[in-house]
């Protein structure tokens, strides 16, 4: 047994080594996001990553003390007029997604860039059609609950499952900074366009607090299944909570913070009259998923847990070689009708 073991610890690192990448690409953007999230990510994977480029000039010699190797710039001309460079990698300010990812796609790079890409669809439609008048291989938008194993796990379970409905709570502190419903909500709602489709709003309110914050109270109606959805910024961030609960035929699906999933199965009813009322029955709960805090390997790091490793592997895979984008600016489509929808409740 142990020459076995250690015959799949060997085959296991071979195959870590032998995963590389040979393109070349720059990251625009050096806030928190990109120091926390995405950077570790592409050192993980050994990323040539030849420029790393911000407006701030201050920063530049500091980027590059940092990380040996790499060019800082102020200048995106510089890396755009770099044909070595393959991809683009955006997690700027919000508000220069839209301009920044327009000059990529103009010049045929590759785009990963974080949401909001841009603020209304028709911005979105723009840069579609900027992408395929220059053959972009491939532009991604960093929605990354799409891309968490947990969020793919119950995409798939709910694959021919009889939905009956849904319940998303989604709720933080105050968020003064920008435009609450496309840089913090497009979360949620882009997730369940995700895994039930393009939706109408069927009733809602919109309550504001006089501190600022705001609560949307409303009901999605999809072609297979109907929602209620909570989107608050009306809470704290110190017990920041999302949960969603999908209610199927055999059983309801418990997704918390996209960092446990279970099941728990319904009892069987016989002529309508439910088993339960006759014979006791166990009504245990499943664990189908659910990050192991004891062992610190790449899967139980919450950078993994909550997809950002994904997605960024995905864009790399579908730039070198085959991979699943399924977070492309047609994807977000219905994301956006729907955030458009709200914004009239």
Known sequence: MGTIIE???????RRWLRDTYKCEYALVGMGNHSIMNIYPVLQYLQVPVKYICCKSDDKLPLIENKYHGIKATASLDEILDDNDIKGVFVSASPRSHYSISSKVLARGKSLFVEKPICYTSGELRELDCIAKRNGVKVAMVGMQKRYSPSGRLLQSRLKGSRLISYNYRYVTGLYPEGDVLVELFIHPLDYVTFLFGEA????????????????WLFVLQHENVAGVM??????????????????TERGTYMLKQMEELTFQAKPSAFCSILIEKILPWNNSE???????????????????SQGYYNEIKAFLDV??????????????FPTYGLIEKLRDI
């Not at 015959?7 to 690192?13: A, D, E």
Request: proline share 1%.
């Open 286 to 304: 499943k664990h189908l998923y659910e990050r192991n805090n004891f062992i610190p390997s790449l899967v139980n790091n919450q950078i993994y």
């Open 230 to 247: 909570e989107l608050s910024s009306a809470y704290t961030w110190t017990d920041a909570q999302e949960a969603l609960t999908v209610n």
């Open 319 to 332: 730039n070198e070689r085959n991979g699943d984008c399924i977070s492309s600016m047609c994807d977000l």
């Open 7 to 13: 015959k799949y610890k060997q085959y296991r690192s």
């Open 200 to 215: 109408e709003i069927a009733g809602g309110k919109c309550v504001k607090s006089d501190n600022g914050g705001v609560t």
